[in-house]
Nanobody
Framework: QVELVESGGGLVQAGGSLGLSCTAS????????MSWYRQPPGKRRELVAS???????SYPDSVKGRFTISRDNAKKTLYLQMTSLKPEDTAVYYC?????????WGQGTQVTVSS
């Protein structure tokens, strides 16, 4: 079992920056994939960024060049640095990890970007 606790959400103006953190209750070295998802109001949850145990990362075109995902296994923490934020980035952001074939989700943190 893994518990994930997100922090860092809040209100920011368009063009601003915000950082999210997700701390796991256990060692993250064995986590094959760690990701951030988001769910905008009235829409489906979507993948925002992933970092793999190899260190590789992937992003959808909607955030590529603006968002940066990273992981610190020593601190058992996943990060998401968001820059050049747009109103359409407004959503609840969820931390996700995959370990030994099991999926785990955080409780979510609200990010609101005002125009």
């Amino acid at each position: 079992q893994v518990e994930l606790v997100e922090s860092g959400g809040g209100l920011v103006q368009a063009g601003g920056s915000l950082g999210l953190s997700c701390t796991a209750s256990r060692n993250t070295i064995s986590m094959t994939r760690m990701s951030w998802y988001r769910q905008p109001p009235g829409k489906r949850r979507e993948l925002v960024a992933s970092v793999f145990s190899s260190g590789g990362t992937s992003y959808p075109d909607s955030v590529k060049g603006r968002f940066t995902i990273s992981r610190d296994n020593a601190k058992k923490t996943l990060y998401l640095q968001m820059t050049s934020l747009k109103p359409e980035d407004t959503a609840v952001y969820y931390c996700f990890v995959q370990m030994f074939g099991q999926d785990y989700w955080g409780q979510g943190t609200q990010v609101t970007v005002s125009s």
